[in-house]
C-alpha cells in the first residue's frame, strides 16, 4: 500500500542541538513538502521538491534546510533548534498533475527545550 | 498570494444536527482546485472532498460542499452529524496550476451525545 512515513514519531531536542527529521514515500510522487502545524495557524509550508536534488523554499523556511537525496525520501532539517521550533510537522507527498491533492505522513511532535 | 479564511475556529455540536463549516479564500487566479481535509485526534490529515468546477456539488461520506466562485467560498456542510465527526477540518486551496496548497486555520468540530 502507498504510504508516507515519518520518522522519527516524537522527538525531544536541547535548544541549539541538530536535528533531522525523515519522510520516505512509496507513491512514486514526484512532489513533496513540508509543513508545521501549528495551533491558529493551521499548516504552513516550509520546504518542498519537485523531485530528486530539488528543494524550494516554502512560506516560512527560516532557521530550516531540507534535502531530497531520492525520488522516496526527503528530509527536514533544524541546524539550531530553537524552542519557538516546538511543533508538530508533517510531511506530504503530491503528484506534479495539475492542481493535485496531498498524501500525508502521520507526523513528528518536535519539542524543543 | 492566496489566502483562506476559516471564521470558525471551534464549533460545538449536539449528535443529529446540521453542520456548516465555513470557507472563503482570495486568489488572484481563475484556475482553482479546492479541498476539505479531515484530521482526526492525533492522525495525519486526510482528504475528504475536493472540487475545481463552479456551482458544482461535490458529496463524500455524508459531506457536501459546492464551490461558489461569484462569492469566494467552499463552505462544508452535513444534514446530521456523528459523534465519529469530532475532528480538525482545514480547507484548501491550490492556484494557478501551483502544486503548492494553501490551508486555512482550520475548524474544530466537537460533537456531543
Known amino acids: 500500500e502507498a504510504a508516507v512515513t515519518q520518522s522519527p514519531r516524537n522527538k525531544v531536542a536541547v535548544t541549539g542541538g541538530k536535528v533531522t527529521l525523515s519522510c520516505n514515500q512509496t507513491n512514486n510522487h514526484n512532489n513533496m513538502y513540508w509543513y508545521r502545524q501549528d495551533t491558529g495557524h493551521g499548516l504552513r509550508l516550509i520546504h518542498y521538491?519537485?523531485?530528486?536534488?530539488?528543494?524550494e523554499k516554502g512560506d516560512i523556511p527560516d532557521g530550516y534546510k531540507a534535502s531530497r537525496p531520492s525520488q522516496e525520501n526527503f528530509s527536514l532539517i533544524l541546524e539550531l533548534a530553537t524552542p519557538s521550533q516546538t511543533s508538530v510537522y508533517f510531511c506530504?507527498?503530491?503528484?506534479?498533475?495539475?492542481?493535485?491533492?496531498?498524501?500525508f505522513g502521520s507526523g513528528t511532535r518536535l519539542l524543543v527545550i | 498570494g492566496d489566502s483562506v479564511t476559516q471564521t470558525e475556529g471551534l464549533v460545538t455540536l449536539t449528535e443529529g444536527l446540521p453542520v456548516k463549516l465555513n470557507c472563503t479564500y482570495q486568489?488572484?487566479?481563475?484556475?482553482?482546485?479546492f479541498f476539505w481535509y479531515v484530521q482526526h485526534l492525533n492522525e495525519a490529515p486526510k482528504l475528504l472532498l475536493r472540487s475545481s468546477t463552479d456551482n458544482k456539488r461535490t458529496e463524500h461520506q455524508g459531506f457536501h460542499a459546492t464551490l461558489h466562485k461569484s462569492s469566494s467560498s467552499f463552505h462544508l456542510q452535513k444534514s446530521s452529524v456523528q459523534l465519529s465527526d469530532s475532528a480538525l477540518y482545514f480547507c484548501?486551496?491550490?492556484?494557478?496550476?501551483?502544486?503548492?496548497?494553501?490551508f486555512g486555520a482550520g475548524t474544530k468540530l466537537t460533537i456531543k451525545p
Open positions: 506530504a507527498s503530491g503528484d506534479e498533475r495539475h492542481n493535485s491533492d496531498y498524501t
Open positions: 486568489t488572484a487566479y481563475s484556475d482553482v482546485a
Open positions: 484548501a486551496l491550490s492556484a494557478g496550476g501551483n502544486e503548492k496548497i494553501t
Open positions: 521538491s519537485y523531485g530528486a536534488g530539488s528543494t
